[in-house]
C-alpha cells in the first residue's frame, strides 16, 4: 500500500506519520511506501531516516507528476493555508486552499481514468466551515446536517472543497471521504497564525515556564480535541469502508471530528489543577473584542453521533488532554505528568 | 445604470432584457446601457435595434474586458452549461460553470479593487443544489435552511458558485446575490438538455399540435415556477436592498425563488381542461426508470417564507401559468386562451 500525505511536514502531517511508522499498517495492509509532501522539510527530520518514507519536496501542484508516479492507494490531503492567511490574502488562500486541492483532485482522477484504482483521498476539512449568517443563527447544537455558512475565505474555501470531494466521488473519479477537524489543542510547538492559536497557546506556554495572554472572557465555551484524537480521527476516516452500520461511511456527508466542550475558564482551572499556581498564574486574562468575536462565532457543541457511527469518541476531559500533552512532549513542559 | 446580462440570448436572458426594454428603468434608475453577452447571437435578434442594446458577442471569459471597459452596476448571469450537458461532459461543465463564473467574479472585484462601485452581481443557481444523500433524506418541506446534498456536478458547480458569491460579497469585492431558480415551466422554444425538459414539453409539444412523452409517473410531484415568476424573482433580488424587513435581503443566504407544487397527473389534467381533449391525448406517459429517480430525487414542496419577505409569491395555479403561456406565445399554441 502507496500512502500519500501532503502537508507531510506539519503539525498533523508528522503526528499522522509518527503514527503509521510504528503501526507499518494501514486499515490491514501493510504499507510499502509512504510519501511525505511539504514545501518545507526541516533538515534532519527522524521521518526520513525510515525505509518506507519516501520524500517530495516543493509545491504541491508542480509535484504531481512525482506523486502519482506509481498508484496512489490512499492520499490524505492535509497541504493548506491557515485561516488568518487566508483572511489576510484572498488570493493566497483561493491559490493554495481551492486551486492546488483542484490541480490533487485532477492527478487523482488521471489515475483512475488511466485504469488505475481511484485514489482514496481524505480531504481535512474544519469545523470552520460553520459561522452564522444574520438570518439563520447556528443551531445550540451542531451536527453534519446543519447548514454551513461560513464566515471566513478559509472556511468557504474548504466547504468548496468539500463539494468538489462529493462530486470527485460521485461519479467514481475518487474515493473520497471528508474529515471535519476541531480546534486541536493543546497543539506543540510554536505559535500558528491561526485564531484558535490561543487555546493551545494557554497551556502550552505556561507549561514551558512562558507567559501566556488568554484574549477571550473565560465563560466563553469552545469545542477541542486532542492531537492524538484528531489523527485517530484522521486515519479511522480513511480506513472506513463504504456501507451503513458500525464501523462504516454513511453516505457522502462529512464527518465532524468529536469534539470535548470546555469553557476557558474550565481549561484555566484544569491547568491550575495538573501543573500548579505558579503555572497557571503564566496566563493573563485580556480579553480582546476582535478575537472573542471570532472564537465566539464558532459552534461549540456538536452532535457527535456519526463520528460515533466510525467508534470516534471525544476526549473524555480536558485534564487528559493536558496529562496526555505533558506525557507526549517531555522536552516542552517544566512540570511533570 | 448599466446593466449587464451574460447568457442574454438565452431564454431566460432573452425575457428579463424585453421586460428591462419595457419598463427603461431598474430599481427606481433609468437604464443607461445594457449590455448582452452570449456565445450565439440569433440573426435579426430584435433587442439588437433598441438602442439602449449593446451586445457582446463570444466567450464570455474573453469579453470580460469589454463588459467591464465602462462601470458595470449590475450584473445578471445567467450563462451556463446544463445540467444533462454537464452530467454527459463533467470538464464542460467545470469550465463553463465554475471557471467562468470565478473569471466573472475577479473581473468584478478588479473594478471595485480600481475605486470604482462593487458590482450588483446576481447569480443564478438552481434548485439543483438539493439532493438526497444515503445518511440525510430530504425533508419533506425544504427551505435556505436544508443543507444541500447536490447529486448531480451542474448542481455541485452551482453551489460552488454561490459560496465564492458570499465570500466575495463579505469581503466587499462585490455585492453579490444568489437566486436558485424553480424548474420553469411552461418553457417556450425548443426542448433542451435539462432533465426537467418534459415539464415544458407535456404542455408546450401538445399545444403545439405535436406528441409528447411523460416520462414519470403522473403521481409524481413538482416544484415549478412560470417563466414570468422567474423573471419577476431574478430582478427583484437585483432591486433589492440588503436589511432587515419587508421588501429586503436579510443575511447572505440565497434566495429559493418561490415555487409551485403541482403533480404530472394535475398538470394534465389542466391541459386537458385549458386545451379539450384533442390536445391533451396527444401526451403519452411511458414512464422511465431513469428519468423518473433524477426527477423524483428534486424537492417538490418549498417553504417559501424568505422570497414571501422579498414580496414574490408563487404562480397561483398551474391553469394560471397555462393561460399565460398561452396568451404570451399566440405563434407557438393551436388553441386560443
Given at each position: 500500500m502507496r500512502i500519500v500525505i501532503t502537508g507531510g511536514f506539519g503539525f498533523l502531517g508528522r503526528e499522522i506519520t509518527d503514527t503509521l511508522l510504528r503501526t507499518r499498517t494501514h486499515g490491514g495492509s501493510p504499507i510499502d511506501q509512504l510519501v511525505l509532501t511539504d514545501r518545507f522539510v526541516p533538515p534532519g527530520a527522524p521521518q526520513a531516516a525510515d525505509p518506507l518514507v519516501?520524500?517530495?519536496?516543493?509545491?504541491?501542484?508542480?509535484?504531481?507528476?512525482?506523486?502519482?508516479?506509481?498508484?496512489?492507494?490512499?492520499?490524505?490531503?492535509?497541504?493548506?493555508?491557515?485561516?488568518?492567511?487566508?483572511?489576510?490574502?484572498?488570493?493566497?488562500?483561493?491559490?493554495?486552499?481551492?486551486?492546488?486541492?483542484?490541480?490533487?483532485?485532477?492527478?487523482?482522477?488521471?489515475?483512475?481514468?488511466?485504469?488505475?484504482?481511484?485514489?482514496?483521498?481524505?480531504?481535512?476539512?474544519?469545523?470552520?466551515?460553520?459561522?452564522?449568517?444574520?438570518?439563520?443563527?447556528?443551531?445550540?447544537?451542531?451536527?453534519?446536517?446543519?447548514?454551513?455558512?461560513?464566515?471566513?475565505?478559509?472556511?468557504?474555501?474548504?466547504?468548496?472543497?468539500?463539494?468538489?470531494?462529493?462530486?470527485y466521488t460521485r461519479r467514481g473519479f475518487?474515493?473520497?471521504?471528508?474529515?471535519?477537524?476541531?480546534?486541536?489543542?493543546?497543539?506543540p510547538g510554536k505559535p500558528n497564525a491561526a485564531a484558535s492559536g490561543f487555546l493551545s497557546g494557554i497551556v502550552r506556554e505556561p507549561l514551558a515556564g512562558l507567559p501566556a495572554i488568554c484574549p477571550v472572557r473565560p465563560d466563553l465555551r469552545v469545542a477541542l480535541a486532542s492531537p492524538r484524537r484528531t489523527v485517530e480521527g484522521i486515519l479511522r476516516i480513511a480506513a472506513a469502508e463504504h456501507g451503513s452500520g458500525r464501523g462504516r461511511l454513511d453516505g457522502g456527508l462529512p464527518v465532524n471530528l468529536p469534539a470535548l466542550t470546555v469553557s476557558v475558564a474550565e481549561m484555566l482551572t484544569t491547568l491550575r489543577r495538573v501543573a500548579g499556581d505558579a503555572v497557571a498564574d503564566l496566563?493573563?486574562?485580556?480579553?480582546?473584542?476582535?478575537?472573542?468575536?471570532?472564537?465566539?462565532?464558532?459552534?461549540?457543541?456538536?452532535?457527535?453521533?456519526?463520528?460515533?457511527?466510525?467508534?470516534?469518541e471525544p476526549d473524555p476531559s480536558f485534564e487528559s488532554v493536558v496529562r496526555a500533552y505533558i506525557a507526549d512532549h517531555p522536552d516542552a513542559v517544566l512540570v511533570k505528568a
Open positions: 519516501e520524500i517530495v519536496r516543493g509545491d504541491l501542484v508542480e509535484c504531481l507528476d512525482e506523486v502519482f508516479a506509481e498508484p496512489v492507494d490512499v492520499l490524505i490531503h492535509l497541504a493548506a493555508a491557515v485561516s488568518a492567511e487566508c483572511e489576510a490574502d484572498f488570493d493566497l488562500g483561493m491559490s493554495a486552499n481551492l486551486d492546488t486541492t483542484r490541480a490533487l483532485l485532477e492527478a487523482a482522477r488521471a489515475q483512475s481514468a488511466a485504469g488505475g484504482p481511484p485514489p482514496r483521498l481524505v480531504f481535512s476539512s474544519s469545523v470552520a466551515v460553520y459561522g452564522s449568517d444574520p438570518a439563520l443563527p447556528l443551531p445550540p447544537v451542531v451536527s453534519e446536517s446543519t447548514l454551513p455558512t461560513p464566515r471566513s475565505s478559509y472556511g468557504i474555501q474548504k466547504l468548496v472543497c468539500e463539494q468538489l470531494v462529493a462530486d475518487i474515493d473520497g471521504r471528508v474529515a471535519r477537524l476541531m480546534t486541536v489543542s493543546v497543539r496566563v493573563t486574562v485580556a480579553p480582546d473584542r476582535e478575537v472573542e468575536a471570532v472564537v465566539g462565532s464558532w459552534p461549540s457543541v456538536f452532535d457527535n453521533t456519526r463520528a460515533a457511527a466510525l467508534g470516534l
